[in-house]
């Protein structure tokens, strides 16, 4: 060796990409080397699932657009031309979360390309997603898996049950996006693996949507649990045996509390007052909610009083919503600007156990513990309403 040569250091270790052509949408779509991209989500959007996939040259090479409220999430994904290439939608009443994707604008089962759903009903911290292609009808063993946490915008993607790594996606910050308000993050095709495919596992996972789920209205809790797109749980409620309709505690995964939700007593228009940590103390108020009106109404509408706003002239959020068909939305104060939308999304399990489950979508940079502190409020409201009300037919 040349004494005057400088030692190289050691090159990164390369995880083990896949052997042969991983083609699922189509082999055009299969390079020999390593495909980086970048996705690019806009900021507030009605029509949320918009978002454009770019190369290395910032060229756009795909589109997404999606419909945010609807029935079932349905998301098309188009070329740069605007052909569309896959379409996706969300099977309701699945509790796997389970997601279909079928070839260009079709909703037919010949179409059917692939199925993607959360490998367990309940996953701690981790995430994980299992992807079935729709020649495997018994899907007992996934064709590809998908790992790690996208709450944290982190995920791999894997070849079946192995180690082999077809694709990586990890957050991207930059300048641009935290001024414009955007989401940002890159993703690493492997070689011989279908870039297309991995976008639209992308824009899948990309679903804002939370999860809170309550169990069974007799329970000795009645604690609800939040859980993200994928499954994992972000967020639960703890509840004191003795003071169950008085008193939550809301804590992370890790059972740190972030903020307490106390019931104010003999108040007519349903008082809550929410504090930060497991505070009651009045300098840790962060927000009251209440009922907007004294009087029953056919709808029921809510006023969100941020601490500061001490008058309470004006409400800061208002909620309106229909306490019957569980579905509600979150504005900014007296305006027409949506942050959240609630709906009602019972599976079977839920009507068996007595249980509640609601699909909560959260629009970027609105932060989603205090939506999901509001949801939980919204479903004590209601609950108290009706029973309210069956116990004054019952004495007639």
């Known amino acids: 060796m040349n004494p005057m040569s400088p030692m190289l250091p050691a090159p990164a270790p390369m995880a ?44 756009v090479v795909l589109k997404v657009k999606g419909t ?31 997601w279909e994707v079928y070839r260009g604008d079709s909703a037919h089962s010949c179409d059917k390309l692939f199925t993607v759903k959360k490998s367990s009903m309940l ?28 709450f944290d915008r982190s995920s791999a993607f894997y070849l079946g049950n192995s180690n082999t790594i077809i694709a990586q996606m990890n957050r991207k910050h930059t300048a641009a996006s935290v001024v414009l308000g955007r989401d940002v993050f890159s993703i690493t095709v492997f070689p011989q693996v279908d870039y297309v495919f991995i976008a639209a596992l ?29 499954g994992a749980v972000v967020l639960l409620s703890e509840v004191q045996l003795l003071t169950r309709f008085t008193r939550r505690a809301i804590v992370d995964a890790a059972g740190v509390p972030i903020v307490s939700m106390k019931r104010k007593l003999f108040s007519t228009r349903y008082t809550w007052e929410v504090f930060r940590g497991d505070s009651e103390h009045e300098s840790d108020l962060l927000f009251t909610v209440k009922r907007s009106t004294y009087y029953p109404k056919p709808k029921l509408d809510v006023d969100v009083f941020l601490a500061s706003n001490t008058s309470q002239n004006a409400c800061d959020f208002r909620v309106s919503c229909s306490y019957f068909r569980r579905s509600c939305t979150l504005y900014i104060g007296g305006s027409n600007n949506v942050i959240a939308q609630m709906n009602r999304c019972n599976g079977v399990s839920d009507f068996v156990f007595l249980g509640s489950k609601y699909s909560v979508t959260v629009l970027p940079h609105v932060d989603y513990v205090f939506v999901m502190v509001i949801a939980m409020i919204i479903d004590e409201i209601a609950r108290e309403i009706r029973l309210r009300i069956v116990t004054l037919y019952s004495s007639t």
């Open 202 to 230: 992308v824009a899948i996972l990309d679903d804002v949507a939370l999860t809170v789920t309550r169990r069974s209205a007799y329970a000795a809790d009645g604690g609800f649990a939040v859980t993200d797109a994928a």
């Open 123 to 150: 996953q701690m911290m981790k995430t994980e997603m299992d992807i079935f292609l729709a020649g495997n009808t018994s899907e007992h063993v996934c064709d590809f898996k998908i790992k790690g946490s996208y």
């Open 16 to 59: 083990a990409g896949p052997t042969e052509p991983v083609a699922v949408v189509g082999p055009q779509y299969c390079a020999p080397y390593v495909v980086p991209l970048t996705v690019t989500k806009k900021s507030i959007s009605l029509t949320d699932g918009d978002f454009t996939v770019t190369d290395a040259n910032d060229t």
């Open 68 to 98: 945010l409220f609807s029935v079932r999430h349905r998301r098309v994904l188009l070329d740069a031309a605007g052909q569309p290439l896959l379409s996706m939608q969300e099977k309701i009443l699945s509790m796997h979360n389970r």
